[in-house]
């Protein structure tokens, strides 16, 4: 009987042991492409905001349009993709994390 406590005492540490590193690793997850869709989002009004008077700002904020009707039909890869072709317009770098 006491073998079998011990046994299941070491089980029961082994798991938690190796649980520990699988919860830290969820939170360095890269993050979702909706939650990209949203930063890129902001990023983007920001630097239509500082860059107003750019040369390529109206074409910027149509891409802003495009790529927001992308990211909310479901097609985030396009909408981010857009997003970022409307940074480099007005000479921003868009956000990796």
Not at 17 to 33: H, K, L, N, V
Not at 76 to 91: C, E, H, N, S, V
Request: hydrophobic share 40%; net charge positive.
């Amino acid at each position: 009987m006491r073998n079998i406590l011990t046994i299941s005492t070491l089980i029961l540490t082994g798991a938690l042991y190796f649980a520990g590193p699988i919860e830290t690793s969820m939170a360095d997850e890269t993050p979702t492409r909706t939650v990209l869709c949203g930063k890129l989002q902001q990023q983007t009004q920001q630097a239509i905001t500082e860059h107003a008077e750019a040369k390529r700002a109206a074409k910027a904020r149509a891409l802003q349009r495009k790529a927001t009707r992308f990211c909310a039909s479901n097609k985030q890869a396009q909408g981010i993709r857009t997003f970022a072709q409307a940074l480099k317009l007005l000479g921003v770098q868009p956000i990796d994390d």
